[in-house]
Nanobody, 120 residues
Framework: QVQLVESGGGLVQAGGSLRLSCTAS????????MGWYRQAPGKQRELVAG???????NYADSVKGRFTISRDRAKNTVFLQMNSLKPEDTAVYYC??????????????WGQGTQVTVSS
């Protein structure tokens, strides 16, 4: 199990920047993958960016070149730096931790969500 606490959301103008933070209750190197998802009303939750315990990253096409996921392993914290924000980035952003367990396979744990609103 893992508890995830996230922060950093807010209201920004288009073109602005925000940095989200997610702190895990356990060593993030023991988590198969940390990631950021977002969900807008009426839409499916989508993966925005992910980083594996080995440091491999992946991004949604819509955010490549604008968002960067990074980590501070000593602090068990993952960040999402969001630059050049667009109104379509408006969503609730959720930190995700995916754990592998031999008895249950993958299990996903979620932060509480933080609202990001980008005004035009």
């Amino acid at each position: 199990q893992v508890q995830l606490v996230e922060s950093g959301g807010g209201l920004v103008q288009a073109g602005g920047s925000l940095r989200l933070s997610c702190t895990a209750s356990r060593n993030i190197l023991s988590i198969y993958r940390m990631g950021w998802y977002r969900q807008a009303p009426g839409k499916q939750r989508e993966l925005v960016a992910g980083i594996t315990s080995g440091g491999s990253t992946n991004y949604a096409d819509s955010v490549k070149g604008r968002f960067t996921i990074s980590r501070d392993r000593a602090k068990n914290t993952v960040f999402l730096q969001m630059n050049s924000l667009k109104p379509e980035d408006t969503a609730v952003y959720y930190c995700n931790g995916r754990i592998w367990d031999v008895s249950q396979g993958f299990s996903d744990y979620w932060g509480q969500g933080t609202q990001v609103t980008v005004s035009s």
